[in-house]
């Protein structure tokens, strides 16, 4: 697990004056099941588009296994797939077609194609809809269907935007077990969630952006420490994290007011 | 409600005004002054000529003036009032509220009436006013003029939402979006027979008619009413009232049908649409799957067949072949003209096809092509975080771009010439020849794609901003006037020489200099066929090939530098955000 697989040295993101991502600085090892948490709007969905070169950075740079993704885009798109939180697929494509092209680019041979997406397919229950267009598709086979393509081509890194959203608990959980297993293999996943159950479960570290900023990385353990606990829950570490608990604080004065008999 | 409600929709408007940015304020401006010219000019000639128009002459231009905005409201509106009534993302909450379904199509149809019905109301307004101060008409006449303007545009809305109303009871739902553009066309068509009547009815165009102060449609025509209110209230006189009000009566009734499918045809039509999305065609699960595993331009290629292949508004760009081949075939013949007496003059009619069928390739090879960029719109993200280059996909976009036309009008091509009777090689040497030229076109379609790409989910067909498709037939067209030079040379004998010299003596300027560079050319095919024509040949393909891959060169330099899409909202036309891409790929 020592191998380096993501590199991100000082990235930034300036709208105008804003800034969305504050040069932040952090490593991913092969290997590693990697969980990105933060608030609405903390900057996790931009950290995530410019990792896969969907957005350009103002400064700072990414490499992904050795490869600057602006600099040798190619290259590095080779290591990765990416699965969005609104997965927009082609929707005049069927479930089977939008693999085989995916296939297609990564050239992978029709035998491990085939027996690859099956697989994939009979893990999410696709199997029987895999002909019919993903227009067709509820959001939540959509989602399934995004995650048959990033993994059909078994990719070095593995970066999932909220992939949970969506998913009924079945393939929920067959997801969690399937990057487990992946990520025991040799994968290295990078996800963000709002989910902190599934963090908590998952992943092997974990890192906390807050308005732009690298608030806390670590294993659950050095967030415990860095947090003055012992044990307690990635959820109340994150609410003390992201200074939620003047909010907590207001709603339970608010549920107070409204009790029977409370102050009017 | 209804006054909630629009003033809802004023406050969405007049933030929607002020969130544009400086951009489009200048576009506006820019479009509001190009509009205020040619009405400027239109008045103009209106008024120059006011004092000489008969009246059966001015009986005429108001009925065409009427049946116009009927007309170009239902052709503009169909998809408009599509939109307002089922695919506007407000309707799910709206439907939510206790709103009657009643009033939110009341405000859903004075909506419609910002758009095309104000435009063209706007566009008439104005040289009819000029007509009336220019002839003197009583001043009655400026107010029936603004009643008949607007009873005419409430009566095309009408039709539009009727025609709406009753069309989405009876196709299927999942069928509805794309029915919808062929709705369009027949309302297109619709208008476009409106207009022949007078041609049919007494074989004479319309115009003919007009100039002749001939009727230019019965007296029992709704618009014919109008015309006559207009021509009593501009010469004072009280007739005018009866025909006003049997024109205003008229689109009272249309109201009145309008809304009593309101029930029916908006609210349970939104509601099957909306289930409509859910039931997409389910196919029986194949036993052998796929072709599997191919290049990856092959796979791009394949991936945008698939996707016109699947979604009939694609094929729209091909429905003006309808109105380039078929209607001038059905004109031509109902001339009374027979095949026979077509047929054995190849060397006349095939150079002509040749020219209509290159024209014809103009339009289509380059707009298809240009398409395909915009085609990705909201999965745009799938090729810019696969490790495709901008060649890759270029290449994949143009290929599949080039051999959809190229086989379709081939077919056309060879039905036309073994109906004419053309030699074994006319076939042969046109085909290869015009697949030769038309890579070109195609590759500065994809270039043009990259520059003024536009996405609209409602609607496939506008692929590009308005700009960019203007200067994309431009191109094409200048592409195909250089590369016809080599081509005519071809297709033109030697024997021509000495009457195209003569042209360029007679000429001056450019066009006496390009008959005697052609003259010359002549005369050496005169004497050296087989060498002119290898020439010729040669020049063209070097041209075609060499054009090709330079805009193909730059289109992947576009692409791997970052295509911006813009995505239109489905329910306003704005364009919504524009999706910047950073360096690589789209």
Redesign the interface.
């Known amino acids: 697990m020592s191998e380096r697989s993501i590199k991100i040295l000082e990235l930034e993101k300036k709208y105008g004056n804003q800034a969305a991502v504050k040069q932040i600085n952090f490593e991913v090892r092969k290997g590693e099941l990697f969980g990105f948490l933060g608030p609405n709007g903390a900057g996790k969905t931009t950290t995530i588009k410019m990792m896969?070169?969907?957005?350009?950075p103002t400064n700072g740079t990414i490499e992904i296994n050795g490869y600057d993704?602006?600099k040798n885009?190619?290259?590095a798109?080779?290591q990765?797939?990416?699965v969005?939180d609104q997965p927009?697929?082609?929707?005049?494509?069927?479930g089977?077609?939008y693999l085989?092209?995916?296939?297609?680019?990564?050239?992978?041979?029709?035998d491990h194609?085939?027996e690859r997406a099956e697989q994939l397919l009979s893990i999410f229950g696709l199997t029987?809809r895999?002909?019919?267009?993903i227009?067709?598709y509820?959001h939540g086979m959509k989602q399934k269907i995004a995650i048959c393509g990033a993994l059909v081509h078994d990719p070095e890194i593995l970066f999932l935007d909220e992939p949970t959203v969506g998913l009924d608990p079945k393939s929920a959980r067959n997801l969690k077990n399937l990057l487990r297993e992946e990520c025991d293999k040799g994968m290295t996943v990078f996800l963000t969630t709002h989910i902190l159950e599934i963090a908590e479960q998952m992943c092997d570290r974990i890192g906390i952006i807050s308005d732009g900023a690298i608030i806390a990385l670590g294993t659950m353990d050095e967030l415990r420490e860095k947090d003055g606990r012992t044990e307690g829950s990635l959820e109340e570490i994150f609410l003390e994290l992201t200074g939620s608990d003047d909010q907590e604080a207001i709603i339970e004065e608010m549920a107070k007011e409204n009790q029977p008999g409370g102050p009017s | 409600m209804i006054k909630v409600l629009l003033k809802n929709q004023r406050r969405i408007f007049v933030n929607t005004l002020k969130s544009q940015n400086l951009k489009n304020y200048f576009a506006y401006l820019f479009v509001f002054a190009v509009l205020a010219v040619l009405l400027f000019f239109v008045s103009q000639a209106i008024w120059n000529i006011a004092g000489s128009v008969t009246e059966p002459i001015l009986d005429g231009i108001f009925s065409f003036s009427l049946l116009m905005i009927i007309g170009m409201i239902i052709l503009i509106g169909m998809p408009e009032v599509f939109k307002h009534l089922y695919s506007a993302t407000d309707l799910e909450f709206l439907f939510t509220m206790p709103i009657k379904t009643r009033q939110i199509f009341i405000m859903k149809y004075m909506q419609s009436f910002i758009g095309a019905p104000l435009t063209v109301f706007l566009f008439l307004l104005v040289p009819l006013t000029a007509y009336g101060v220019a002839s003197g008409a009583n001043i009655i006449y400026y107010f029936v003029l603004v009643c008949m303007l607007f009873t005419a545009a409430t009566i095309g809305l009408s039709i539009a939402y009727l025609l709406n109303l009753v069309v989405i009871q009876l196709i299927p739902a999942r069928r509805a979006n794309e029915l919808m553009t062929a709705m369009t066309f027949l309302s297109g068509l619709f208008v476009y027979l409106i207009f022949m009547l007078p041609q049919i009815s007494n074989n004479r165009s319309l115009s003919e008619s007009l100039m002749a102060g001939l009727p230019v449609l019965p007296d029992w025509v709704p618009v014919s009413w109008g015309s006559d209110a207009l021509i009593q209230a501009a010469n004072g006189s009280m007739s005018f009232f009866l025909p006003m009000i049997l024109l205003i009566l008229f689109a009272g009734v249309l109201i009145l049908l309008t809304t009593t499918l309101v029930e029916k045809g908006f609210r349970t039509g939104w509601v099957r649409l909306s289930e409509g999305?859910?039931?997409?065609?389910?196919?029986?699960?194949?036993k052998e799957?796929?072709q599997?595993?191919?290049?990856?331009v092959?796979?791009i290629g394949?991936?945008e067949w698939?996707?016109i292949?699947?979604?009939m508004r694609e094929w729209m760009t091909f429905l003006p072949l309808a109105f380039f081949i078929v209607f001038p075939v059905i004109g031509f013949f109902s001339g009374g003209i027979r095949l026979s007496d077509l047929r054995g003059f190849n060397d006349i009619s095939w150079p002509i096809a040749q020219g209509f069928f290159l024209f014809i390739y103009a339009l289509f090879n380059g707009q298809l092509a240009a398409a395909a960029i915009a085609r990705e719109?909201?999965?745009a993200?799938?090729l810019?975080?696969?490790?495709?280059?901008g060649r890759d996909i270029a290449l994949g976009k143009l290929w599949i771009s080039w051999l959809l036309p190229f086989i379709i009008l081939t077919i056309l091509e060879c039905i036309v010439g073994v109906f004419l009777g053309w030699a074994w090689w006319q076939f042969i040497f046109g085909i290869v020849v015009k697949a030769g030229i038309t890579i070109g076109i195609s590759s500065i379609g994809i270039w043009i794609g990259t520059i003024g790409a536009r996405f609209n989910p409602g609607n496939p067909q506008q692929r590009l901003t308005f700009g960019t498709s203007m200067f994309l037939l431009l191109l094409a067209y200048v592409y195909l006037a250089v590369l016809s030079i080599p081509y005519a040379l071809m297709l033109v004998p030697g024997e021509a020489a000495p009457f195209v010299v003569d042209l360029g003596a007679e000429s001056s300027g450019f066009f006496g200099f390009v008959f005697s560079l052609f003259g010359v050319l002549l005369t050496w095919k005169a004497s050296n066929p087989v060498i002119v024509i290898s020439l010729g040949l040669l020049l063209m393909f070097v041209l075609s090939i060499g054009l090709a891959w330079l805009f193909l060169y730059e289109s992947a330099k576009r692409i791997n530098r970052?295509v911006t899409i813009d995505i239109v909202s489905e329910t306003s036309g704005k364009t919504l955000f524009k999706q910047k891409?950073?360096?690589?790929?789209y």
């Open positions: 896969t070169g969907l957005l350009e993704i602006w885009p190619l290259e798109k080779k990765i797939a990416y969005p927009n697929l082609y929707p005049k494509l069927t089977w077609e085989e092209f995916v296939a297609s680019v990564f050239q992978i041979s029709s194609f085939k029987d895999a002909n019919e267009l227009e067709g509820s | 999305s859910g039931k997409k065609k389910k196919r029986k699960p194949k799957r796929a599997g595993v191919s290049h990856p092959i796979a394949k991936k698939f996707s292949k699947r979604d719109g909201l999965s993200w799938i810019r975080t696969l490790p495709l280059s970052g891409s950073g360096k690589s790929l």
